[in-house]
Every structure is written in structure tokens, then in C-alpha cells.
């Protein structure tokens, strides 16, 4: 259960639904703890989601590797963080029935909102489904306590036909969410230094030729040589490069460290632009 930054009591509790946090889907969600109510063990994260076009919430380096993995995901339409269990009727029933002590607001005698870290719609088989998953270190699953909630939270879920689970630390591959979490920021093209949107634009297509056209050349050499080319300043083909890969116009092995040093032999051309992604929905566990 995290500390909260602010005193939480019923009449907080009410605000926060009456704002509609934790209501909505896509880019009209608002999730029902930010990073600003929250102070995290690890580093709270702000990011802004491809696919909701909105800010999203982490507020945990897990929680953070595990955004960028659903990001990049094809089967992920919508990410929802921090979504609350508003029916505490229910919640409170379930523990009750487990023979769980019901958690509390520090402080205060006020229910505490249960919160499942993610809630996500994907495409499978051509339907929409929800799955929810919980983020945490796995020595945090050896507290007996920590159990319990997990296990009202699982119960919950099962009601509503969701299948719930959790994702620990040991399950997320932390190079892949790394890589993508550097590719992020450039699936939008924008002004750089030197050279506008139009001109990006522009160059983009000749480079992804020119990088699937010498498989024996170092990336590195030949992104030196279009600045050099196109008199653009040093870097300028080092941003195009990650935005043909954050775009997936270009493919290449994301679980491995970047090394511009390797041959281009090592790229592809891809099939799904935009983000799609082309990571299914298993690596979200």
C-alpha cells in the first residue's frame, strides 16, 4: 500500500470521483493517482502514450519499463494506469470473506481505493480484450501482507471475468524497455536544430534506403555521411535513425544494446509503421 502524499478521508475520496479520476477510456482517462499524490521508492515517470495521446502516470521504474513494453505492443489499443477499484462494497466483502484485515488510508478510518497498476484493451483474434496486471518487485511478494491485498485484488478481478495478474521485476525485459524507451520520443517528428519537420520528412526515405543498401557498412559511418551530405548539423541522421525504428519503418534485434558500430546488416525493413508494434501481448505477462 503506497504512503500518500496528501491526507486522504471520505470527502477526498468523493473529490477525486466527482473529477472523474480513474473514469474514462483512451485519451479521455484520467488516472486515479498521479505522480504528484504518490511518493515513489523508485523514480515517478511521466509519459506521453502513442497510443491514448495523453500523459501517462508511473510511479515506479517497473511500472515504467512496463508502459514502454504495452507502447510498443500491436495488440495494445488502450493503456489505463492507476485504475481504482471504485466498488469498495465489494472489495471490503472479498477481504471479509478471506478473513483480511481491509486497508485503510494512513490516518484516517476512510476504505482505502484499491488500485490495479494497469488495465489494458487489446486486440485478440480480432475482439477486444481487458487484461489487468499488477507491477512488483518479486522479494515484495514474500510479505505476507502484501499477499493478502494481491489476493483481494485477484478475487475482484475473477467477478468480473478479467484475467488478472501480477508482473514482478524478473519478468520484464529491462534492455528491451530500455530501447524502446529511448526510441519514444522520436516517433514524432519534430524542429531540431538545423532543420525543420519538412525537411526531416524529406530525408527520411532516402535514408532508410541508404541504411538497407549497405548491409556491410557501420550505421555509424553511414549516418555521419548524410549529415556530411545533406549539410546538416552532426546528429541530425542519428534522430532520423530512431524515428524509422520508433516508427517501425526499420527493424532490428531491441534486446540487445544500441552499437551504431555494428554493420546496417543488422536491419530490416518493417512492416507495421506508426507504432503499431510488433511485439505480441505475452511479453505484457
Given at each position: 500500500?503506497?504512503?500518500y ?66 507502447e ?16 469498495r462494497d ?14 485503510h ?5 476512510t476504505?482505502?481505493?484499491l ?51 501480477i508482473v ?47 548491409p ?20 541530425t ?14 527493424t532490428?534485434e ?24 510488433l ?7
Amino acid at each position: 500500500m503506497s504512503k500518500y502524499r496528501l491526507n486522504w478521508d471520505e470527502e477526498r475520496v468523493q473529490k477525486y470521483i466527482k473529477k472523474g479520476r480513474g473514469q474514462g477510456e483512451g485519451r479521455k482517462y484520467k488516472p486515479w493517482l498521479t505522480v504528484r499524490d504518490v511518493p515513489s521508492r523508485g523514480r515517478s515517470t511521466r509519459a506521453f502514450g502513442w497510443k491514448t495521446r495523453r500523459v501517462h502516470h508511473m510511479l515506479s521504474d517497473h511500472e515504467t519499463r512496463y508502459f514502454y513494453l504495452s507502447e510498443w505492443s500491436n495488440n495494445v489499443i488502450d493503456i489505463r494506469e492507476q485504475y481504482p477499484i471504485l466498488d469498495r462494497d465489494e472489495t471490503m466483502k472479498i477481504a471479509k470473506d478471506l478473513k483480511f484485515r481491509y486497508p485503510h488510508y494512513i490516518g484516517s478510518k476512510t476504505p482505502l481505493v484499491l488500485t490495479t497498476d494497469f488495465v489494458l484493451t487489446l486486440i485478440e483474434d480480432g475482439h477486444k480484450k481487458i487484461i489487468a496486471r499488477t507491477i512488483k518487485p518479486i522479494k515484495e511478494l514474500k510479505k505476507q501482507r502484501v499477499r493478502e491485498l494481491f489476493k483481494i485484488e485477484e478475487k475482484y478481478w475473477a467477478e468480473q471475468g478479467i484475467d488478472w495478474g501480477i508482473v514482478t521485476d524478473l519478468d520484464i525485459p529491462k534492455v528491451l524497455a530500455r530501447n524502446i524507451e529511448e526510441l519514444h520520443s522520436a516517433a514524432k517528428l519534430e524542429n531540431i536544430e538545423g532543420c525543420s519537420i519538412d525537411e526531416l520528412m524529406f530525408m527520411r526515405e532516402p535514408l532508410l534506403d541508404r541504411l538497407l543498401s549497405f548491409p556491410n557498412m557501420q550505421i555509424r559511418k553511414i549516418l555521419n555521411k548524410t549529415d556530411l551530405e545533406t549539410n546538416k548539423l552532426p546528429g541530425t541522421a542519428l534522430y532520423l535513425f530512431w524515428h524509422l525504428l520508433a516508427t517501425k519503418r526499420m527493424t532490428m534485434e531491441l534486446n540487445k544494446p544500441f552499437d551504431i558500430r555494428k554493420p546496417a546488416s543488422i536491419l530490416d525493413k518493417g512492416v507495421n509503421f506508426e507504432g503499431r508494434g510488433l511485439y505480441n501481448y505475452e511479453l505484457l505477462g
